[in-house]
């Protein structure tokens, strides 16, 4: 068991560097926005760059580990991200940074299905389900610390400045959980005889269809709706007063809410069930949505740490099922088509926004975002059944 906690150490803080480089993104956006005289189209499109190349290497990440281990791509996944924001210093306009973050985002796709993997086998016969919610929560805590800290820096010295100063870190963690992972002996290379055993085992691993359908359904958009929403609240908090570095702050509320929320909905999913969580959290998510925007700046940020309750509270009940629904043996692969589905269509989802807003303005796309989440109510139902074949007894 110590043996199984140093692993989920590893890959929480592999977690952490991830996270806070995808959402330092979007403290940096409204900068770029300003410096390079951009469109908010093109702003969405410097979002999907960045998720669309984190989301297009998933799956062949889960694939690859399957044949040379999880611990290599890791790293190495790790290191090519660092380098995307070591290197985004050097931009001279739209097209360097499309480049650079589509380098670093291919990078990061490694990470979701890969260390998702590596807690699960080490929770094999364990808590798996609060471990990978431990896991989950990591993530949460880059979201709250490294968009807070690199706004702060932007605003010393200049983002040219503090966004290559994380990458830095970020290759000292790359070096860090290689030695780490080998020394654990975690995400090694699989020998011959035990690829020889899984065979018989073909396509995706999946044992419930229709459960993993029904579950995808509900990420996507869950996903959809937290990655335009991201997007373009700086947007509107500027237009209600907001400095930049407040920007950061009101994202760390929103990340910290989302921390909470992965805790508090893990336990209700126990309680309640998951089919109840999740109408709970979505509840909350689109009504904390539209309500935010009528207030005022003061207000707005009181608000915010209860909407990121809801807005990432939901992943935590999701992302527990997924190991539930798959053999284990292809749980690298099918965590990677999960995250691929949904972090794909939310990559989608801030161009698509972004031409809405330059049409009709930001509020007019939030308030379409806010009622875009109810329509994950009826969805739900649709996990009724597969629940019960998985869990007979438990509440739904």
Known sequence: MRRARATLTASCVTHFLHDGFADVVYVLLPVWAGEFRLSFAQVGLLRTAYSGGMASFQVPAGILAERWGERGLLAAGTAVTAFGFLILGLSG???????????????????????????????????????????????????????????????????????????AVGLLGALGIFVVLRRLAAGARRDESARAADGGQRGWGIRDRKGFQALSAVHVIDNTTRMAFLTFLPFLLIAKGSTVQAVGLALALVFAGGAVGKFVCGALADRLGVIRTVILTELVTGGGILALLGLPLAPALVLLPVLGVGLNGTSSVL??????????????????????????????????????????????????????????????????????????????
């Open 93 to 167: 306009g739209f097209a360097s940074l499309l480049l650079f973050l589509l380098l670093a985002g291919l990078g990061s796709g490694v990470q979701h299905p890969l260390s998702s993997s590596i807690v699960s086998k080490a929770y094999e016969n364990g808590p798996r389900r609060v471990a990978l919610g431990t896991y989950n929560f990591s993530g949460d805590l880059g979201k709250v610390v490294v968009p807070a800290l690199v706004a702060l820096a932007s605003g010393a010295i200049g983002w040219r400045w503090a966004a290559p100063a994380y990458g």
């Open 319 to 396: 992302y527990g099922t997924v190991a539930d629904l798959v053999a284990p043996e292809r749980r690298s692969r099918a965590y990677g088509l999960f995250y691929t589905l949904g972090v794909g269509s939310g990559a989608v989802a801030p161009f698509f926004y972004g031409l809405v807003s330059d049409l009709w303005g930001v509020p007019a796309t939030l308030t379409i975002i806010g009622l875009l989440v109810f329509t994950t109510i009826p969805l739900s139902q649709l996990l009724k059944a597969p629940l019960a074949r998985e869990a007979p007894g438990h509440p739904l």
